[in-house]
């Protein structure tokens, strides 16, 4: 017989294991899943153009070494050192990681490093690296073409171009700050990204041109001198003076510019811009300040001049632009086009005279991604499985047919080899951190490359429950509880409502971790109840879904998530006088809505950048949803929070980094003042000199913030 003391630590063994179990600290909660609890993951992963070998970077006792993947054969081996690069460039360790290289073609890459630009060529199975050009470290938006190798980029307000034999000059070269060229405009809506469109064969650079010295200046304060210096910066808001774009083409050959003949407002939106395949044209999608009204024009790239409309959209509340045209490769006269025109987001196959040939997808999901197009197929992600997952699928563009090339449950990540033949995927779900593997698109065999693992499996981790409530209108919403990690339910529990619920966000997706954010499991292990929900007017549900907010921001969301608080009070074991709330951004407007236009719901709110009178918010956002307060005096009113102060209940955290140029800081300064005004408490915290968020390290100083204000007055 074994001694008792034996038997007891053989029947306790498994408690004791579970006893030591951690809990988060706030910094692994904050930024955990980037630091210390990082997934494992493979590194600046690429295909080398023309082949189907995907090259990726590997760390190795001797260093960073770059790796070849060849396909079919899975043949791996190590094509290039870290030490190697040193050698060729540096002969000592200037670079202390491998440089992210990008490909120019199969036999030749760059890098650059203080914006000095290395060219690397491979001569028989070796790779020589030498120094190639050199620009200010002053240049921003930098463009290298690859067919001529000149590098295009801005400094300050001004476009420049450097040839490969490093000789620099001007394309633009204006002496007003309130001129702009080369740079995103329409504060980057309408998937804007960039201001410089090169053609095909880089004998011609169009780029946006804009001119805000009409727009009102506002002054944003640099804490960090004494004294404090402000800078200004231009910001449209909704109703008022916008700025006035238009598209410059400069001809590299004659060093003459041409400016796009586009007839409109000055203050139209710009989008779109592409290139046609020979360079002779260029399209621009044409959209009216009311945002309802899309022109799809082609301009002569020579002459300026308009040569037709290929189509138009109109819709009664607006249209929504994201993405450029792409050609379908060895064809001139055909191209994908973008569409939310049948209430989903869907692609469509078009000709330069402007007829539609067909309807590449559709159904009642979206297009999340184009991924790559060859002659006969088009690779996509999409919703198609479940709003909750991105999903990888191609079409035929001859039928339309579709055929699935991901099953797996979860998030995918992809990209394709350049004949579309093989593509990586990088996945997670709920339960599986991250799997890479190399797919097969003809065989639809697979090989995985890495799983990663679960670097939380020692951490004491809540349950997660997936749910799903209904509109009031039926419509069906996701959200997650997730649960105190020490979950009795013979208690009585306090509750955080997390939440955004604005366009172009989703929360609640099937991926890693499952709770989908590492601060609502450090909360759970602190004895909360945490809750999220997406309701309409967020992301990847339809048009309908989305503009259901129309002109009455805050209204319809509230709705949704009040379905959300009905559904937690109905849980025998969550306190319903201690229920917190909490949001950034837009999240923070619907913080701070529930606060005073449904006070008493919830007993504290912690609001971070918060809108808080959309007339004060940019002209582009504001006005695609709710029109201009001259259209909509009532939607404005209805959502303006700053006149409501008088109407809080409980306690409310406001939160605003000094230097936010999205949510300009008056938002919040404003309430305050009003809160005097009115005698009404409202708390306030600053982070100097951060933006809309605040990131890095100071980041774990706010979540703090925010844990404390809870554990204060709610806990």
Same mark, same amino acid.
């Given at each position: 017989?074994?001694?008792?003391?034996?038997?007891?630590?053989?029947?306790?063994?498994?408690?004791?294991?579970?006893?030591?179990?951690?809990?988060?600290?706030?910094?692994?909660?904050?930024?955990?899943?980037?630091?210390?609890?990082?997934?494992?993951?493979?590194?600046?992963?690429?295909?080398?153009?023309?082949?189907?070998?995907? *090259?990726?970077?590997?760390?190795?006792?001797?260093?960073?070494?770059?790796?070849?993947?060849?396909?079919?054969?899975?043949?791996?081996?190590?094509?290039?050192?870290?030490?190697?690069?040193?050698?060729?460039?540096?002969?000592?360790?200037?670079?202390?990681?491998?440089?992210?290289?990008?490909?120019?073609?199969?036999?030749?890459?760059?890098?650059?490093?203080?914006?000095?630009?290395?060219?690397?060529?491979?001569?028989?199975?070796?790779?020589?690296?030498?120094?190639?050009?050199?620009?200010?470290?002053?240049?921003?938006?930098?463009?290298?073409?690859?067919?001529?190798?000149?590098?295009?980029?801005?400094?300050?307000? &001004?476009?420049?171009?450097?040839?490969?034999?490093?000789?620099?000059?001007?394309?633009?070269?204006?002496?007003?700050?309130?001129?702009?060229?080369? #740079?995103?405009?329409?504060? &980057?809506?309408?998937?804007?990204?960039?201001?410089?469109?090169?053609?095909?064969?880089?004998?011609?650079?169009?780029?946006?041109?804009?001119?805000?010295?009409?727009?009102?200046?506002?002054?944003?304060?640099?804490?960090?001198?004494?004294?404090?210096?402000?800078?200004?910066?231009?910001?449209?808001?909704?109703?008022?003076?916008?700025?006035?774009?238009?598209?410059? @083409?400069?001809?590299?050959?004659?060093?003459?510019?041409?400016?796009?003949?586009?007839?409109?407002?000055?203050?139209?939106?710009?989008?779109?811009?592409?290139?046609?395949?020979?360079?002779?044209?260029?399209?621009?999608?044409?959209?009216?300040?009311?945002?309802?009204?899309?022109?799809?024009?082609?301009?002569?790239?020579?002459?300026?001049?308009?040569?037709?409309?290929?189509?138009?959209?109109?819709?009664?509340?607006?249209?929504?632009?994201?993405?450029?045209?792409? *050609?379908?490769?060895?064809?001139?006269?055909?191209?994908?086009?973008?569409?939310?025109?049948?209430?989903?987001?869907?692609?469509?196959?078009?000709?330069?005279?402007?007829?539609?040939?067909? !309807?590449?997808?559709?159904?009642?999901?979206?297009?999340?991604?184009?991924?790559?197009?060859?002659?006969?197929?088009?690779?996509?992600?999409?919703?198609?499985?479940?709003?909750?997952?991105?999903?990888?699928?191609?079409?035929?563009?001859?039928?339309?047919?579709?055929?699935?090339?991901?099953?797996?449950?979860?998030?995918?990540?992809?990209?394709?080899?350049?004949?579309?033949?093989?593509?990586?995927?990088?996945?997670? &779900?709920?339960?599986?951190?991250?799997?890479?593997?190399?797919?097969?698109?003809?065989?639809?065999?697979?090989?995985?490359?890495?799983?990663?693992?679960?670097?939380?499996?020692?951490?004491?981790?809540?349950?997660?429950?997936?749910?799903?409530?209904?509109?009031?209108?039926?419509?069906?919403?996701?959200?997650?509880?997730?649960?105190?990690?020490? *979950?009795?339910?013979?208690? #009585?529990?306090? @509750?955080?409502?997390?939440?955004?619920?604005?366009?172009?966000?989703?929360?609640?997706?099937?991926?890693?971790?499952?709770?989908?954010?590492?601060?609502?499991?450090?909360?759970?292990?602190?004895?909360?109840?945490?809750?999220?929900?997406?309701?309409?007017?967020?992301?990847?549900?339809?048009?309908?879904?989305?503009?259901?907010?129309?002109?009455?921001?805050?209204?319809?969301?509230?709705?949704?998530?009040?379905?959300?608080?009905?559904?937690?009070?109905?849980?025998?074991?969550?306190?319903?006088?201690?229920?917190?709330?909490?949001?950034?951004?837009?999240?923070?407007?619907?913080?701070?809505?529930?606060?005073?236009?449904?006070?008493?719901?919830?007993?504290?709110? @912690?609001?971070?950048?918060?809108?808080?009178?959309?007339?004060?918010?940019?002209?582009?956002?504001?006005?695609?949803?709710?029109?201009?307060? !001259?259209?909509?005096?009532?939607?404005?009113?209805?959502?303006?929070?700053?006149?409501?102060?008088? !109407?809080?209940?409980?306690?409310?955290?406001?939160?605003?980094?000094?230097?936010?140029? @999205?949510?300009?800081?008056?938002?919040?300064?404003?309430?305050?003042? #009003?809160?005097?005004?009115?005698?009404?408490?409202?708390?306030?915290?600053?982070?100097?000199?951060?933006?809309?968020?605040?990131?890095?390290?100071?980041?774990?100083?706010?979540?703090?913030?925010?844990?404390?204000?809870?554990?204060?007055?709610?806990?």
């Amino acid at each position: 017989m074994k001694p008792i003391s034996t038997l007891l630590l053989a029947f306790l063994f498994p408690f004791i294991l579970l006893a030591q179990k951690k809990n988060f600290t706030i910094a692994e909660a904050t930024n955990g899943l980037s630091t210390n609890l990082a997934l494992q993951n493979l590194r600046q992963v690429s295909w080398q153009p023309g082949t189907a070998n995907l *090259f990726h970077v590997v760390k190795t006792t001797n260093g960073d070494a770059w790796v070849r993947i060849q396909m079919p054969s899975k043949q791996t081996d190590t094509v290039l050192s870290l030490k190697e690069i040193n050698n060729d460039l540096f002969r000592k360790d200037s670079l202390k990681s491998f440089p992210n290289l990008q490909w120019i073609s199969a036999n030749e890459v760059y890098f650059s490093w203080k914006n000095c630009f290395f060219l690397g060529m491979k001569a028989d199975r070796n790779w020589n690296f030498m120094p190639w050009i050199q620009i200010s470290l002053d240049a921003e938006n930098i463009h290298l073409d690859l067919a001529t190798k000149n590098i295009i980029y801005t400094i300050n307000n &001004n476009l420049f171009i450097t040839s490969k034999d490093n000789i620099t000059y001007n394309i633009s070269d204006l002496q007003d700050p309130n001129i702009i060229c080369g #740079k995103a405009v329409h504060r &980057n809506e309408f998937g804007i990204e960039d201001g410089i469109f090169i053609n095909p064969n880089c004998t011609k650079i169009a780029y946006y041109k804009m001119d805000q010295s009409m727009v009102a200046d506002y002054p944003i304060v640099d804490w960090s001198v004494v004294p404090a210096k402000a800078s200004t910066i231009k910001y449209p808001m909704a109703g008022a003076t916008s700025h006035e774009v238009s598209i410059p @083409v400069f001809d590299i050959k004659t060093q003459k510019t041409t400016v796009l003949q586009i007839d409109g407002p000055a203050d139209q939106y710009l989008t779109c811009v592409t290139w046609k395949p020979d360079g002779t044209a260029i399209y621009v999608g044409v959209l009216n300040r009311a945002q309802n009204h899309l022109k799809l024009n082609e301009y002569n790239a020579t002459t300026g001049a308009f040569v037709k409309t290929l189509f138009e959209e109109k819709n009664d509340k607006y249209v929504e632009p994201q993405h450029e045209l792409t *050609f379908v490769p060895g064809k001139q006269n055909e191209f994908i086009w973008w569409s939310q025109r049948d209430g989903y987001m869907h692609l469509y196959l078009y000709n330069t005279d402007g007829k539609l040939i067909r !309807q590449l997808t559709k159904g009642n999901w979206v297009v999340n991604e184009l991924i790559s197009i060859t002659n006969d197929k088009l690779f996509f992600t999409s919703s198609k499985k479940s709003p909750l997952e991105k999903q990888f699928s191609v079409v035929q563009l001859k039928n339309a047919q579709i055929k699935d090339l991901t099953n797996a449950s979860g998030t995918h990540t992809v990209s394709m080899n350049h004949d579309g033949t093989y593509f990586y995927d990088l996945y997670s &779900n709920d339960t599986i951190p991250r799997i890479a593997y190399l797919g097969n698109v003809l065989s639809g065999k697979s090989d995985t490359l890495l799983k990663a693992k679960n670097t939380l499996v020692d951490y004491n981790r809540p349950i997660v429950n997936a749910i799903s409530l209904k509109a009031a209108d039926g419509t069906l919403l996701y959200g997650k509880i997730i649960l105190p990690t020490d *979950f009795d339910s013979s208690k #009585k529990y306090p @509750v955080i409502v997390y939440l955004y619920n604005g366009p172009h966000i989703q929360i609640i997706k099937n991926s890693f971790p499952a709770s989908g954010n590492l601060w609502y499991e450090y909360m759970a292990q602190k004895g909360y109840i945490v809750f999220t929900m997406d309701g309409r007017g967020s992301s990847n549900r339809g048009l309908q879904f989305e503009q259901a907010v129309y002109r009455k921001l805050g209204t319809v969301e509230m709705e949704d998530q009040l379905q959300g608080v009905a559904y937690l009070k109905s849980l025998a074991y969550v306190d319903t006088n201690r229920m917190g709330i909490h949001g950034w951004s837009f999240g923070g407007f619907m913080t701070t809505s529930f606060m005073l236009r449904n006070p008493g719901v919830f007993k504290v709110g @912690v609001a971070g950048g918060p809108v808080l009178d959309w007339s004060m918010y940019e002209v582009m956002y504001g006005e695609r949803y709710m029109d201009t307060p !001259q259209e909509n005096p009532e939607g404005y009113a209805s959502s303006k929070l700053i006149d409501k102060v008088k !109407q809080l209940k409980g306690k409310l955290l406001l939160i605003h980094g000094t230097s936010d140029d @999205v949510v300009v800081m008056q938002h919040s300064i404003n309430a305050i003042k #009003k809160s005097v005004e009115e005698g009404v408490q409202i708390d306030y915290f600053v982070y100097p000199n951060h933006l809309h968020n605040v990131r890095g390290k100071d980041r774990i100083h706010l979540m703090q913030k925010i844990t404390d204000y809870f554990d204060t007055y709610l806990k």
